[in-house]
């Protein structure tokens, strides 16, 4: 880690019981009994990393895994000679890293935190030790993956097929799942950018749809904020693609 990196981290001193109440809201610990989880926490360290830092970097070794307790990050994943694409956003109770520390590889995603975000880190040591007495998050660490592999098939297909509309459809209904309530509706936090990222547009594609769409009163948008007006017409936007 750089000395730059560093400087957007700062250790925070998060009790054993909070950490245990984070790990209990992650879906592969979910069945875990909460004493088994005390004593995962009591092997965990907490951080504050600012808007901006980096969680992980593409590349470079995978020494822990991390559970967002709370905050926001954004998963990006590129090759050589390639622009990155956003592919996950990930909140409290969301993990990350996990294929990393399992199977010994280079983090293949760069992963940076949207705002102020506190993560819970998890040792590779003491998180393998853990898998060795908990065949049970073994078990949905395996059917994560495969919910996670048939995902990434549906938008493939839907990104070679769908028209702009559609695709960028697609994208926002998938961060629906995390929306925010608000006095209009409700609203998702993401940059134009980052929809252009997520849905393999143009930024001016991106913009043409979003003004088409506040034209017809189905969004709003602010700086860096979709406020969802009419989630059907967005959901019927994906299915009238889906039916061409």
């Keep these: 880690m750089s000395r730059k990196e560093k400087d957007s981290w700062e250790k925070v001193d998060l009790k054993e019981k909070q950490i245990t ?19 995962l926490a009591g092997a965990c360290f907490s951080f504050f990393i600012k ?21 926001c990050a954004l998963v990006y994943i590129g090759f050589e000679g390639t622009e990155e694409m956003l592919v996950k956003i990930r909140r409290r ?7 990393g520390v399992l199977g010994n590889q280079p983090q293949p995603c760069n992963v940076i935190a949207q705002e102020d975000t ?13 898998l060795k007495k908990n065949h049970n998050v073994v078990s949905a660490l ?43 509706g409700m609203y998702i936090t993401v940059s134009q950018k980052n929809l252009a990222m997520a849905s393999g547009l143009s930024r001016q ?8 769409w506040k034209q017809e009163n189905w969004i709003m948008t602010r700086r860096n ?15 009238l693609n889906e039916m061409k």
């Design 51 to 71: 808007s901006g830092g980096y969680i992980y970097r593409r590349d470079r070794d995978v020494p822990y895994m991390v559970i967002i307790y709370s905050g």
């Design 21 to 39: 109440g984070c790990l209990k809201e992650a879906s592969i610990f979910r069945d875990v009994p909460e004493k088994q989880l005390a004593e």
């Design 225 to 239: 904020k979709i406020i969802i007006l009419n989630q059907d017409a967005i959901l019927n936007t994906i299915v």
């Design 142 to 184: 395996f059917q994560d993956l495969i919910g996670r592999i048939n995902q990434s098939s549906r938008k493939l297909i839907n990104t070679i097929y769908m028209e702009a509309d559609g695709k960028l459809a697609y994208s926002i209904a998938r961060l629906m799942v995390s929306a925010k309530k608000c006095e209009e």
């Design 93 to 99: 109770g969301d993990y990350i890293g996990e294929m």
């Design 118 to 130: 506190i993560a819970v880190l998890i040792p590779k040591l003491a998180f393998c030790e853990f």
């Design 205 to 212: 594609s991106v913009a043409r749809v979003l003004t088409q």
